[in-house]
Nanobody, 120 residues
C-alpha cells in the first residue's frame, strides 16, 4: 500500500505564498508521474502541475509563473511552491503519484487533500 500525506495548506491573503508538501510512503519503486491537482467547490478536479518521468514540468495556464512543482526521489516527496496567490487559487489541493508496476500495468495514488484558502 502506498500512502500520500499532504501538509502546508492554510489561510493566506492575496499576494502571499504557501508551500505544499507531500510525503509518499509504502511500496514505491517506479514513479512515472508526480503531480498536484486541485478542486474548488462546485468544480471538477483540475491539474495544477505535473512532473513526468522525463523531468519536464507542466503547469496549468492559470498558475504558470507563480507555482513551481519539484520532487525529491531520495526523500519520496513532492512539493508545490505557490507564490502570488489569488483568491481563485482557493481549493483543496491533492497530491498525485503514478507508478509503473509492470510493462503494462500502472497504479495511481491520491493524497487526502489539503485546504488552501486565499482571502482578504
Amino acid at each position: 500500500q502506498v500512502q500520500l500525506v499532504e501538509s502546508g495548506g492554510g489561510l493566506v491573503q492575496p499576494g502571499e505564498s504557501l508551500k505544499l508538501s507531500c510525503v509518499a510512503s509504502g511500496n514505491i519503486f517506479s514513479v512515472n508521474i508526480k503531480a498536484w491537482y486541485r478542486q474548488a467547490p462546485g468544480k471538477e478536479r483540475e491539474l495544477v502541475a505535473r512532473i513526468p518521468s522525463s523531468g519536464n514540468t507542466n503547469y496549468a495556464d492559470s498558475v504558470k509563473g507563480r507555482f513551481t512543482i519539484s520532487g525529491d526521489n531520495a526523500k519520496n516527496t513532492v512539493t508545490l511552491q505557490m507564490n502570488s496567490l489569488k483568491a481563485e487559487d482557493t481549493a483543496v489541493y491533492y497530491c498525485y503519484l503514478e507508478q509503473i508496476t509492470t510493462f503494462y500495468n500502472k497504479l495511481s495514488y491520491w493524497g487526502q487533500g489539503t485546504q488552501v484558502t486565499v482571502s482578504s
